[in-house]
């Protein structure tokens, strides 16, 4: 019963099984060979036009390598105040954007609405040389930290909003396959064709042992890229090795086959839940799950086994825990842990 993250889960078997492979003989490094090539066209196929790519070995790394490039250092990036790259991720951002500022913004649902993304950037007053920084880029994470997704006239409008002002729309997609799941959309529509610039698209949390990528819709836009992620400690010298997990990740949707499983394991997640009388905070629209437990119902569940991580607090007494679920997680360990509810 481990729902403390889908990062808890090992590596899925086609992915371990493509490792295995790419250890077989010699390859050139640094991205010089033809896992790298291949997933580069794989990723061109998928989104349906040209894209730049480039691999990198973690999920911050993505974060802060893209919206670095896309923000000058006196620049600005709108996000969530719960985002990931404004709460855990040690101000990596601003290290690698040289002293770039996040400006965090409230949003119901872990989301940033159209209005109040308006509202801020609207505030001339506030932005601008020489006294103040410059909106370079707004920052979405899909799915978002309270497992929520945008839909794609909701990312339209705030691209439409970004672009208006000269700003840079960049999606945060760790999660992105368990959002695009849940959308009636292709990867082309989820993303530039409803104006997202560039993509942090993520395979570690969906199934790889660590696999992440940047990617800009524009290629022109991606210019220097390559130095930014060597000077970056982000380029691997045995690359083939992120590759080919990129590569297994994508081949045949599994991706999306894994990412239906982990929703639909935090789909029944849910139902225990509501039924247990403890409905979910937030819609579950991807594979996390946020309720209020009483604190003494928390402790036995965690003396039962189960694992996973208190949150916050909910202002009645009651303990706000996430649930993660990955293409791991079993129906026995779900139904197991909703029993444990219902007869705690």
């Known amino acids: 019963m481990n729902f403390a993250s889908d990062n808890t889960a090992g590596v899925a078997p086609e992915i371990m099984a493509a490792l295995a492979r790419a250890n077989e003989g010699f390859a050139l490094g640094y991205g010089n060979d033809d896992w790298t090539r291949r997933v580069e066209k794989k990723f061109s196929e998928l989104f349906e036009r040209d894209v730049a790519v480039f691999l990198v070995p973690t999920g911050t790394g993505a974060n802060a390598l893209a919206l670095a ?133 993520g395979a570690t949390k969906g199934g790889a042992m660590g696999a992440e990528s940047v990617i800009f819709f524009d290629p022109k836009r991606a210019e220097g890229m390559s130095a930014r992620r060597k000077r970056g400690g982000a380029l691997l010298s045995k690359h083939r090795f992120i590759a080919a997990q990129m590569e297994a990740f994508l081949d045949g949707d599994l991706w999306l086959r894994l990412a239906r499983h982990a929703n639909g ?61 990955s293409f791991q997680t079993t129906a026995e360990e779900v139904e197991r842990f909703a029993d444990l509810i219902r007869t705690s």
């Open 69 to 201: 490039h896309v923000t000058p250092p006196w620049g600005a990036v709108l996000c969530h105040e719960d985002a990931h790259i404004a709460v855990d991720e040690c101000g990596a951002p601003e290290f690698f954007g040289g002293g770039i500022k996040l400006v965090e913004l409230p949003g119901d649902n872990g989301k940033i609405s159209a209005d109040t993304l308006k509202a801020r950037l609207d505030n001339k007053a506030s932005w601008g040389p020489p006294h103040h920084v410059t909106p370079a880029a707004v920052s979405i994470s899909q799915a978002s930290e309270a497992g929520t997704i945008y839909r794609v006239a909701e990312i339209r409008a705030l691209a439409d909003i970004a672009h208006e002002h000269g700003a840079a729309l960049h999606m945060d997609g760790a999660r992105f396959g368990n959002a695009l799941v849940r959308l009636n959309a292709s990867p082309a529509e989820a993303t530039w064709q409803a104006g997202v610039d560039v993509l942090s698209f």
């Open 265 to 325: 394991m935090a789909d029944r997640l849910s139902d225990g839940l509501t039924k247990a009388g403890f409905a979910p905070k937030w819609p579950v629209e991807a594979n996390e799950v946020f309720a209020a437990l009483p604190a003494a119902l928390c402790d036995r569940l965690q003396a039962a086994g189960a694992v996973f991580y208190r949150w916050d607090a909910d202002g009645a007494g009651n303990v706000v825990v996430r649930l993660v679920t």
